[in-house]
Nanobody, 119 residues
Framework: QVQLVESGGGLVQAGGSLRLSCAAS????????MGWYRQAPGKQRELVAA???????NYADSVKGRFTISRDNAKNTVYLQMNSLKPEDTAVYYC?????????????WGQGTQVTVSS
């Protein structure tokens, strides 16, 4: 089995920074795309950032220039560095890993971590 553990959320003032982590453990053979999504109350879950196994990145327009996604393949971990946070960044953040395990390729979700930005 594969488990994803997220950490790093919390409460921060506007303009502050947080760093989220998501680590995969268990029967992981390789990880293709790693991504971060977020869901605010009453809104649909949206893609925040993604990174491929080759290091190519993609960001939502709303976070470009403020957030940076990175990965450590040796640790099966993806990070999201969030700077210049705004109140509208408040949401539950979920990691999503498209990985290859014992039984083939599958997308896994983290448990979610709350990020709250106060004005």
């Amino acid at each position: 089995q594969v488990q994803l553990v997220e950490s790093g959320g919390g409460l921060v003032q506007a303009g502050g920074s947080l760093r989220l982590s998501c680590a995969a453990s268990g029967s992981v053979r390789s990880i293709n795309v790693m991504g971060w999504y977020r869901q605010a109350p009453g809104k649909q879950r949206e893609l925040v950032a993604a990174i491929t196994s080759g290091g190519s990145t993609n960001y939502a327009d709303s976070v470009k220039g403020r957030f940076t996604i990175s990965r450590d393949n040796a640790k099966n971990t993806v990070y999201l560095q969030m700077n210049s946070l705004k109140p509208e960044d408040t949401a539950v953040y979920y990691c999503n890993l498209d990985l290859v395990g014992l039984f083939g390729s599958k997308a896994y979700w983290g448990q979610g971590t709350q990020v709250t930005v106060s004005s």
